[in-house]
């Protein structure tokens, strides 16, 4: 090889490895976030929802698997003192509930709200935030884990990352969960998109009511 | 030979756990700072292969383009938000880290820089500054957070870090245009 053809050797040599490289290191040039990787994962693998305990707004206490009662549950994740990110959460949630048919109410599907700062959203504390979002209580419930280990487990199954600040805030990431009757995670939806996500839900329940 | 010697010993001081786990704490940090102190680790460690393999950088890296390439290759890669948290997360991908930084970054880098024709040299550094731009654009316009290991401020902080960066690239540009660098050169 003369000189010209070996520089061109090498260099396509580098192009493919860098191909390569960022093929491997983006899964296939799809994620290019590690967020969007966990979200891409998880839609892949639907993982099932662990049995965590959980205390409600009007001091109840459940099981995930009491709570669903083979019902489609669509979740959200917050936690009260938050300033920024949750109360449009809840209120893009109230949106998505709203466009639901009361019907479906019965057996077919239920929301919840899970609170991830359990040592301050007590049955209180989360009975007086559910009014600023018209959840009932009880079709639309909020609720905490106390179970430290429960929750990081429910957290870790869902992909939901917290980091606590140094201010007594949450840093964490928020999306719609949606919850088959037998209890796998079904999909992650932009909390932004709020009649994307009503469609979603509804499409499974309509399917569900033809059937 | 020396600075060889140094670089090497920067490498090991580098990679040493407390060191890497203090510098990755802080995004910048392990951004802005430790990510190019490995390439200028390897920057001096080049001066060892050099004298050592002559012939091999003569062969394949003549002209200097496929040695900068694989630079800007290596570099941009570890621009991606996922390839951080990786690196934090998963232990392959933080030794692949530091070698790759330094031996096919930094150890390229020095290779090629002065093969360079002064054309090449300036799309490169035109390139960087563009770099630094979109990316302080980007990290504090961006409003989730992109690193699930540091949080949003960190993510403002690296923005106008990488608009500082691009300043001292414009102004230093602006240096080497407007001054005769014949003046400079010793021959």
């Known amino acids: 090889m003369d000189k010209n053809n070996r520089t061109k050797f090498t260099i396509i040599l580098v192009i493919l490895f860098g191909v390569g490289l960022f093929y491997f290191g983006t899964d296939g040039f799809r994620v290019y976030t590690a967020e969007s990787a966990r979200m891409y994962e998880l839609q892949q693998n639907k993982p099932s929802i662990p049995n965590v305990i959980l205390q409600d707004s009007q001091e109840r206490t459940y099981t995930f698997d009491q709570f669903a009662d083979k019902k489609y549950v669509f979740i959200t994740f917050m936690y009260t003192n938050c300033g920024t990110v949750c109360p449009q959460l809840e209120l893009n949630m109230r949106d998505v509930y709203k466009q639901i048919p009361q019907k479906y109410f019965d057996k077919d599907i239920a929301f919840l709200s899970i609170s991830f700062d359990p040592s301050r959203d007590n049955p209180e504390v989360l009975s007086k935030y559910r009014t600023y979002f018209e959840s009932d209580g009880d079709t639309w419930r909020m609720a905490r884990v106390n179970d430290p280990d429960e929750l990081d487990n429910l957290l870790e199954t869902l992909g939901v990352i917290v980091i606590p600040d140094d201010y007594g805030n949450f840093q964490h990431n928020s999306a719609f969960y949606f919850i088959s009757k037998n209890g796998n995670l079904l999909e992650i939806m932009d909390f932004t998109k709020i009649d994307e996500a009503a469609t979603t839900v509804l499409t499974y329940l309509d399917k569900e009511a033809r059937d | ?187």
């Open chain 2, 1 to 187: 030979m020396k600075q060889a010697m140094y670089g090497l010993i920067l490498f090991i001081f580098l990679i040493l756990p407390p060191v890497a786990t203090f510098l990755e704490s802080i995004m910048i940090i392990h951004m802005h700072m430790q990510m190019p102190l490995l390439v200028f680790s390897g920057f001096l460690i080049a001066r060892f292969f050099q004298i050592r393999f002559p012939q091999f950088f003569k062969n394949w890296n003549d002209n200097g383009i496929p040695g900068m390439l694989l630079f800007l290759i290596i570099w941009l890669y570890w621009m991606i938000p996922k390839a951080m948290d990786d690196a934090l997360t998963l232990q392959f991908v933080e030794i692949f880290k530091f070698f790759s930084l330094t031996f096919l970054a930094g150890v390229p880098l020095r290779d090629s820089w002065g093969k360079l024709g002064s054309k090449a040299k300036s799309i490169v550094y035109v390139f960087f500054t563009l770099k630094f731009i979109i990316m302080g654009y980007l990290y504090i316009g961006i409003e989730s957070q992109i690193c699930n290991n540091y949080l949003i401020i960190e993510q403002r902080t690296l923005g106008w870090g990488s608009l500082a960066f691009a300043a001292c690239f414009i102004l230093y540009g602006f240096y080497w245009v407007f001054t005769d660098q014949s003046e400079f050169k010793t021959t």
